[in-house]
Every structure is written in C-alpha cells, then in structure tokens.
C-alpha cells in the first residue's frame, strides 16, 4: 500500500507561503483567494489567516508522523507496514535522504511561515473590528510559532530561526544557517510569553473553541515543556508553569475513566489542553486507517505502528490492565508479523487510541496535542528533580496511577521515583508522540533501545538497533543541505 506523498517544497518554498492559508474550518475566505496586495486589509482577513497557521495540524507531521519521530523510534512500537522510510526510522537507521524527514522539515516550516504572516502584517489592519481581537490573533498566532519550533528542535536540534516572512529568493534572505538549541529555545520561550499576555483561559464559545485554540493552560504547558526539554534546564521553571496549568481558571481536571479519551464521545473534555478537530467531514483524519486491524477499517493489508513486545511487557509487569486495554487491541491479522507470531492469523496487538475509521480519511479520531495528565506528571519529575521530599512527589505521581486503578507508587528515594515517573509516563502517553522526547530529556534513550530484546522470530535474533549518541537528533534534510550552503550536518552524519 502506497501513502499519499505530499509535494516536496523546500523550505525556501515554505518560507515564501507568505500569502497562502489552507482551507479553512469556520466560514472565511482564506487568504489563498486574495491578492497578496489587499490581502490584510479587514477584520475578517486576519482571521481567515490565522485559521490558515491551525490547518497546519492538518498536515502529515501531526497527523501521525510525530507518532512515528516519537513512539516507533523508541522502544513503544515498531514501524510495521511497508514504509522504507519509517522501517529506517524504527531501526535508528537515520540517513539525511530520509523522505519522512524532509516532508516533516518542510511541514514545519510552512507551518511557521504562515504564523510569521500574521505575526508581521496583523498589527497594520486598521479596522475598528479588529480592535478587540487584534493582540489575541498575535498571541494566537505567537503560541503556533513556538509550538513548531518546539518540534523541530526536539527533531533536529538547533535549526534556522525565522521569525519574519521571508519575500525574495535570494541566498541572502534564504541561506539562514542554524542557530544553537539554546537559541531556539530562547525563541520558544519568548514567543511563549509574549502569547500569555494576550491569550484568555476559555473562548466563549465553549470547550469546541476553548480546545481548538490556543489558550493560556496551552501556553503554560508549552512553557513547562519547553523548561524541562531545554539543555539548559529549570526545573523551578517548570514546576512553576505545571503549577499555573493545574489551577487554571479553565479547570482542567483528570477524566475519571482513562478509556473515555479515547472512546470518540469525549473529546474536548475537562482534561483536554489542546486538540486537533478532526470532525471526519470537512476535516477528517486517515491516521486510523493506517493503524486499525481489519475488523475496524474493512481492508486487509499490513498496518503501521505496532505495539512492541516491550511495551506490552512494561503494561503487564506494573498490572496496568486498564490503560493496557485502552492503548492497544489484539487481534488475529492476516499478514506475517515477525515480531508476534512469523505466520499469518498469528494474534497481535494494534495501536488503539484510535479507534474509527468508517472511511480513508473520514475519521473524528484525535491527537491530543496538549493534556492535563502529561503536565501532572511533569510536575512530579520537577518536584523530584527539586530534591523535594518524597512525600511531597508521591502524590502528584499516585493521581495519575490512581486513575489507572493503580496502587500508590512504592518508590521511596529520588532515583526510584525517576525511574517510576518515566514508566508511568510510558504507560500514560503511548501512542501520544512523546516517549523519544521523554528518553532523551531523562538521558537514557541510548540505554534504553540497546537494552531491548525484542526479537525476529525470522531468524529467532535479537534486533539490535546500535544507538549511539549521535541517534538523539535526526540528520538534516540533505535536500535543504545542497539548497542552502549556511547550514551544517548534526554530527554523526557526515
């Protein structure tokens, strides 16, 4: 089965978006149709393009490619299907011609190429309409900047920092070399607080707008994550930001059944930061169709992201039976998988926090991008590596295991409690783009995937995946390499 490709724009091309907005998901003209030279005249064509900077989640990154740079590449799942590209990427076989990367590079950046947009021509509309909405957009549209950012620099390092559209071909506006990670967490940081400024906690038109949009909860959780992932860390910064999150006006709260997230009746609920609306018309979703066993979608070829053997083993061996049967579904398949059984029928466990795919790209199903119980737990790892009291990092850690119908956690000493917190984030957050992230921020990814013993009944061998340090960064496109002779190769790819 072929993915669909998406056009392969360098990022000079994205950069030169400048007056485009993908289709829109309220009923305004996007700016595509209008001429670049009355195009930000009126109250309703700052909207239309910022509606454009949120159809960028549309794109194949967030869709489940950030699934991909995050859960397949670690130890949750493996690549499945039959995708050289996300095969190479499972195995740590990063190469700078890796289409996956490219596409994911250039995603971003037109994804903050129309955010500079509104950044840089919203403050000259001088209609009286906009005068209330006006610093709000400009937040909006700071918060979408610096979650890209947040992408690309947890994918790639230190990467071009453009924070203005970019209007002329030329190297010289082009040619942008690499700025450091600390710079580009710099950026994140401020863009971040210049968006709490002017974002509300809630939208009036209740949880649909309040989780589709960028609010302050979403800006306090991007900052406590941006803190904690920097290489420079702050963890008094962190706890900080977890602490404004968890006692929003908003009320963010932990749904009292896990399995409700993902059940297709609950979204936009108490404990969603930020969502991606999928509503499986105007807007739908093909992930699931990707991921889903053949009782779900209908077709019978193999699918991608599967759960690993590990992961399963790290459910079972913390009696995690609840979250286990949410994140995944066992199923006889009728395909070879050499991982759960080397024959066709044998019984294996699909990724289930997708669940309904009634057409190729007509599902509702959800990516949260931003939820209440990654924050908690963030808050227990900054408590922890605070060097506060046992006592005090328990019980954030046992709301969350507590809502799993988990026992309190028995770790009794700082580096106990580490080790529990990143499980418990494992158990919590599969299939929700964040473990790669997580084993890097906790310096153990490398540990970790050599450590594996995950097996190829093919040959009956353990895959060995030969992390070395150089794996934490993906290579640069070698596309973007050969157009722009500013930037430089991520060490270890040379």
């Avoid at 998406?6 to 309220?26: E, H, I, R």
């Avoid at 964040?434 to 594996?452: C, P, S």
Wanted: aromatic residues 10%; contains cysteine; charged residues 20%.
């Amino acid at each position: 089965m072929k993915l669909k490709k998406l056009a392969p724009y360098t990022l000079a091309a994205a950069l030169l978006l400048s007056t485009q907005a993908c289709k829109d998901f309220v009923e305004l003209t996007p700016i595509s149709t209008i001429t670049a030279g009355n195009a930000y005249n009126t109250a309703s064509d700052a909207e239309a393009a910022l509606i454009g900077c949120y159809d960028s989640f549309s794109q194949e990154y967030y869709i489940w490619d950030n699934v991909i740079a995050n859960d397949v590449v670690s130890d949750n799942y493996y690549a499945g299907g039959d995708n050289a590209d996300a095969i190479a990427m499972d195995r740590l076989n990063f190469s700078p011609t890796n289409g996956r990367l490219f596409a994911n590079w250039t995603q971003l950046y037109n994804a903050i190429a129309k955010a500079n947009l509104v950044l840089e021509k919203v403050p000259g509309i001088q209609d009286p309409n906009l005068a209330a909405r006006k610093e709000q957009i400009l937040g909006e549209a700071a918060f979408l900047r610096a979650y890209h950012y947040y992408q690309l620099v947890n994918l790639f390092g230190g990467v071009p920092l453009i924070t203005a559209p970019v209007s002329s071909t030329q190297p010289s506006a082009t040619n942008v070399a690499r700025s450091t990670e600390e710079q580009v967490y710099d950026q994140i940081v401020k863009d971040l607080l210049f968006a709490l400024e002017r974002l509300p906690d809630t939208y009036p038109g209740g949880s649909a707008e309040s989780k589709a949009r960028a609010t302050k909860g979403a800006a306090n959780a991007m900052l406590a994550k941006a803190f904690a992932q920097r290489p420079n860390k702050d963890y008094s910064e962190v706890l900080k930001y977890c602490n404004a999150v968890i006692s929003s006006p908003a009320g963010y709260d932990l749904l009292e059944n896990y399995d409700e997230l993902w059940d297709g009746a609950h979204y936009n609920n108490i404990e969603s930061i930020m969502e991606i609306q999928f509503d499986g018309n105007t807007e739908g979703n093909y992930g699931p169709s990707l991921l889903l066993p053949p009782s779900k979608v209908g077709h019978t070829w193999r699918k991608f992201v599967v759960p690993s053997k590990d992961l399963i083993n790290a459910f079972d061996a913390a009696g995690d039976v609840e979250r286990k049967n949410a994140t995944v579904l066992f199923e006889s398949a009728p395909w070879v998988d050499e991982y759960w059984g080397n024959k066709v029928g044998s019984v294996i466990p699909f990724a289930y926090k997708w669940r309904s795919a009634p057409s190729w790209a007509g599902s509702s199903n959800r990516q949260y991008l931003i939820r209440l119980a990654d924050i908690i737990l963030l808050k227990a790892e900054a408590l922890n590596e605070l060097d506060r009291p046992i006592s005090e990092v328990k019980p954030v850690l046992d709301e969350v295991r507590s809502r799993a119908g988990l026992a309190g956690t028995t770790a009794s000493n700082k580096t106990e409690m580490r080790a529990a917190i990143l499980n418990e984030r494992r158990l919590e957050l599969a299939q929700e783009a964040q473990r790669w992230a997580d084993l890097k921020r906790y310096g153990v990814a490398v540990q970790v995937m050599n450590n594996l013993n995950e097996i190829d009944l093919r040959t009956n061998t353990k895959t060995e995946y030969n992390a070395v340090p150089t794996d934490l960064l993906f290579p640069i496109p070698q596309q973007e390499l050969n157009r722009n002779k500013n930037l430089t190769q991520n060490q270890g790819y040379n």
